[in-house]
C-alpha cells in the first residue's frame, strides 16, 4: 500500500473513530496554498458548538518521537493559516470557538490504535 492510500485509510478510520464520540464532520482533507486540513469537525455544544481542526499523524511506531511530536512549531503555523483561510471562505462558522486537535495513528494501518489530544495546541503556541 503507498503512503497516500494509508493516509487516506489512517484518516478515514480517525473520522470514524471522532463520529463515534459525537463530532460531525463538516469538511476533510481541505488544502489551501501552505496547509491542509485533515478534518474539520464540529462538537455539539450550546451556542452552535465547537469547530475542531484535527490533524491525524500516522506512525507505524513510536520511533523519531511518535506522531505528536511530527506537529512542531512549522506545522502548527500551517494549520493555523489554513483554519483562517478555511474561516474566511465559511464566514457562518468563523463565530464558533474554534480548537485544535491531534489525533496520533499508531501501529497496523488496517486496525491502527488511536490517542486523541483535545486542544493539542493554542494560537500563541503558533
Do not use: I
Request: aromatic share 8%; proline share 4%.
Amino acid at each position: 500500500m503507498d503512503r497516500r492510500a494509508r493516509g487516506a485509510q489512517v484518516e478515514a478510520a480517525a473520522r470514524a473513530e471522532l463520529e463515534r464520540a459525537g463530532l460531525r464532520l463538516q469538511a476533510a482533507n481541505v488544502g489551501y496554498r501552505g496547509g491542509e486540513l485533515d478534518l474539520v469537525m464540529l462538537e455539539p455544544g450550546r451556542d452552535g458548538g465547537t469547530l475542531v481542526f484535527v490533524e491525524v499523524r500516522y506512525r507505524a511506531g513510536a520511533a523519531f518521537g511518535g506522531g505528536f511530536a511530527s506537529v512542531d512549531a512549522g506545522k502548527r503555523r500551517r494549520l493555523v493559516r489554513a483554519a483562517q483561510l478555511y474561516l474566511a471562505a465559511h464566514p457562518q462558522l468563523a463565530q464558533l470557538p474554534c480548537r485544535f486537535d491531534v489525533v496520533q495513528a499508531e501501529g497496523d494501518p488496517q486496525a491502527p490504535r488511536f490517542c486523541w489530544l483535545r486542544d493539542a495546541f493554542r494560537l500563541d503556541d503558533a
